[in-house]
């Protein structure tokens, strides 16, 4: 009998386990008295979306009922954990899309329950913005991120002659893209050479390839283009800091980039300014990223989707504005071995 007991107890601590970690990712936060407030991130071991998830639940915590989901990168699952927050009476959602183009979508699931909503991080079209009064973004303007990287690439370039190592002059490039269609990939393939140009430096692409903001995928990329150029290569942007590094993990392998060692060297330059680049940048394995502020943009998204979901203005007692397309943008920094206590600060 007592052996029974055991099986059963056992049996019914591990189906709650299960009940919290399945449901995509679910999880919910200690009840208060606040509103529930339903939040998405499109994957968990997204570098970037990792920092900003710890951000939000400890801006949020004691302050409101929180459920936040892993999508998974799958954006059916992502719809049907919209449909579960909102039966759990969600006063607000806070969503970062798997895919821009499901914008809409959330919105008409959202606005049939008067719920309001915020997008943070991908940022839904215009059009499906202005399909309802009570939608809201937060985020960054991704341009920024390409030019900035270009005032990296523009600066390191120019102070260091021995990385044009043919001396023609002309930055032979490749670039690692992150997911094709995500406005901030877009924005910053193009943008980073636009700046290098219009600044007076002529670029040649050697390669330009999506690795998915994903750092094995980076790896396996560039390792192919070391076989293929050598030290043709003269740099590599790259759209994230988890390429970047998976770029740096590439090229070290092969006896580039190492620290303290700039005999044989590969600048790399990435987006995000994370711990572990911030890390190598101090160290000189890379030359620099641009800090995608997770600490700023995380303060927003709480602020405003606690006001919303209290009812109230949601720039109520803040100092954040609103675009003309109802956005918060907080801005970017470029970020080198010069000011890289910026980018600490960031992350304190």
Not at 32 to 52: A, L
Not at 133 to 143: A, L, R
Not at 213 to 242: H, M, P, R, S
Request: with cysteine.
């Amino acid at each position: 009998m007592k052996k029974s007991l055991i099986v059963v107890g056992a049996l019914l601590v591990m189906s709650s386990i299960f009940a919290i970690s399945c449901g995509g990712g679910a999880s919910s936060s200690a009840s208060t008295d606040g509103p529930t407030i339903g939040v998405t991130i499109y994957r968990y071991d997204d570098n970037f979306m990792s920092f900003y998830r710890r951000n939000i639940e400890s801006k949020i915590k004691g302050k409101a009922n929180l459920i936040i989901n892993d999508s998974q990168n799958n954006q059916a699952q992502q719809n049907d954990q919209v449909d579960v927050m909102l039966q759990k009476d969600a006063k607000a959602l806070a969503i970062n899309l798997v895919d821009p183009q499901a914008a809409q979508t959330i919105i008409d699931k959202a606005k049939a329950k008067n719920v309001p909503v915020v997008f943070f991080n991908k940022q839904p079209s215009a059009e499906a913005m202005a399909s309802y009064d009570k939608t809201w973004y937060v985020g960054t303007t991704p341009e920024e991120s390409g030019d900035m990287q270009g005032q990296v690439v523009v600066d390191t370039w120019q102070a260091n002659p021995s990385w044009d190592k043919n001396g023609d002059g002309i930055i032979q490039y490749a670039l690692l893209k992150g997911e094709p269609g995500h406005p901030d990939a877009e924005a910053r393939t193009s943008h980073v050479t636009l700046y290098i140009t219009n600044n007076g430096i002529k670029v040649e692409r050697l390669e330009e390839q999506t690795a998915m903001w994903d750092t094995a995928k980076a790896k396996d990329i560039v390792d192919a283009w070391i076989q293929k150029y050598g030290d043709k290569l003269e740099y590599i942007f790259c759209n994230n800091d988890a390429m970047a590094l998976g770029a740096l993990q590439s090229i070290q392998a092969l006896g580039y980039n190492k620290e303290g060692d700039t005999t044989k060297y590969i600048p790399i330059v990435g987006v995000d300014a994370i711990p572990d680049m911030i890390n190598e940048i101090k160290k000189g394995t890379v030359v620099g990223s641009v800090l995608n502020d997770p600490i700023g943009q995380s303060q927003a998204l709480v602020d405003i989707t606690l006001n919303i979901a209290a009812g109230k203005e949601p720039l109520d007692g803040t100092t954040w504005t609103l675009d003309d397309v109802k956005a918060v943008r907080v801005p970017y920094v470029p970020i080198t071995k010069n000011n890289v206590n910026v980018a600490e600060e960031a992350y304190k």
